[in-house]
């Protein structure tokens, strides 16, 4: 069964403490993975997509990376405007249906 | 420009009420989608459309009735809900359903059921 895992479920920061995301996936064959920035009451931010092993994706203070196994989402020297739940998605190769398959999320908090 | 746009951004109805959720783009997507997200949870799917047709419905319950008038307007109409129908209620769209690309929501709709 297709499946992702987001860890750590919660992640509190001090504002310029840098840290990593964790998104692990077991899907039957990668297509795609996306992470995406969620706020409070508002849709789904998208923020980056991996489609293979060895990626990376940097915008601002982010960096994402994929593994075959896992993606990681760097957060360097986070502000309080970070703060957000932040999904990771994966497209599996068994669908070509546009279904994604989300992760739990990971909700960061980062303290001035 | 990679807006989607969902009208209204609050709802409350009650179980008798039939309303609709409207969803429009303009990126020329011929794909979009419906999402269902309870609180503290991720969204999760219920309906797609690919070039206007319906591909997927995720045993959706019938009170729950999705259209696709044309390639940039997405509804999703409402009778007779319950209660635990309350949610955040998403649309999304990608270029096209059957390749990885990305999905880009919409703000949400906020349903209340009274």
């Known amino acids: 069964e297709d499946q992702v895992t987001q860890s750590p479920e919660a992640l509190r920061l001090q504002e310029g403490e840098s840290s990593s995301l964790n998104c692990s996936y077991t899907?039957?064959?990668?297509?795609?993975l996306f992470w995406y920035r969620q706020d409070p009451g508002k849709g789904p931010e998208f923020l980056f997509t991996?489609?293979?092993a060895g990626e990376e994706k940097e915008k601002e203070r982010l960096k994402a990376t994929l593994t075959k196994k896992e993606s990681f989402l760097h957060i360097t020297a986070p502000k309080p405007e970070d703060s957000a739940t932040y999904l990771c998605?994966?497209?599996?190769?068994?669908?070509?249906?546009?279904?994604?398959?989300f992760g739990q999320g990971t909700t960061l908090q980062v303290k001035p | 420009d990679t807006e989607v746009t969902q009208t209204p951004k609050h709802l409350v109805m009650g179980m008798t009420n039939k309303k609709s959720l409207k969803c429009e783009q303009h990126?020329?997507?011929?794909?979009m989608y419906w999402y269902k997200q309870k609180a503290k949870k991720p969204p999760e799917l219920m309906f797609v459309?690919?070039?206007?047709?319906?591909?997927i419905n995720e045993s959706v319950p019938s009170r729950f009735s999705p259209e696709c008038p044309n390639s940039s307007l997405l509804n999703l109409h409402l009778h007779a809900l319950q209660p635990e129908d309350s949610a955040l209620y998403l649309c999304?769209?990608?270029?096209?359903?059957?390749?990885?690309?990305?999905?880009?929501f919409g703000p949400g709709t906020r349903l209340t059921v009274l």
């Open positions: 999304a769209s990608s270029q096209v359903a059957g390749e990885p690309y990305e999905q880009f």
């Open positions: 899907v039957s064959g990668l297509r795609g």
């Open positions: 991996l489609y293979s």
């Open positions: 998605a994966v497209r599996a190769g068994s669908s070509n249906t546009g279904k994604l398959i």
């Open positions: 990126m020329g997507h011929r794909a």
């Open positions: 459309y690919s070039y206007e047709k319906l591909s």
